[in-house]
């Protein structure tokens, strides 16, 4: 079993499946460690200028789900603080800046394994994080897409 970090882990937790499949795979490797739970609102996504922000409303919605999943994370063992942020530059940014400032030894987050055009078009934050973090990353995969590639290599 792995040693426990000594510094808090990020978990990010945008109130998806994934992102709670995510936690509680952590909370087995870590369970009772210290964990920031991480969410994230951006003014600018894509829908920008179709639906008006109020960035109030985001703020506190965002407050809600931060809350949720550090609920989430103390029912899988951690000693969870439920922080909630706006991203000024892009979800990843946020999450590497906020693993920078809470000096995480670990930065958890789930994937929904978007491939092909979908992934194209809708970017994936993961992959990003992946490429520009300092910090160690686990990414955990969707369920859906750990089961088909299961059946592949079964099938292999």
């Known amino acids: 079993m792995p040693e426990a970090p000594t510094k808090p882990i990020l ?11 995510a936690i509680e795979f952590a909370g087995t490797l870590f369970p009772g460690h210290d964990a ?10 894509l829908l920008s200028g179709i639906i008006p922000f109020d960035d109030t409303v985001m703020q506190d919605a965002t407050d809600l789900m931060a ?13 969870a ?13 946020a999450i590497i800046n906020a693993a920078d400032q809470h000096d995480a030894s670990l930065v958890v987050m789930g994937t929904r394994g978007n491939t092909g055009i979908r992934s194209l078009l809708l970017g994936s934050v993961s992959h990003h994080v992946a490429q520009h973090a300092k910090r160690p990353l686990l990414i955990v995969p969707s369920g859906a897409l750990a089961e088909a590639r299961a059946d592949a290599s079964a099938r292999a």
């Open 36 to 45: 920031v739970v991480l969410s994230v609102w951006e003014k600018y996504g």
């Open 81 to 93: 603080t439920a922080v909630a942020i706006e991203a000024d530059h892009g979800v990843a940014e």
């Open 11 to 21: 978990l990010c937790y945008d109130g998806s499946d994934d992102a709670f499949r």
């Open 67 to 79: 809350a949720d999943g550090a609920e989430r994370a103390e029912a899988a063992g951690f000693t």
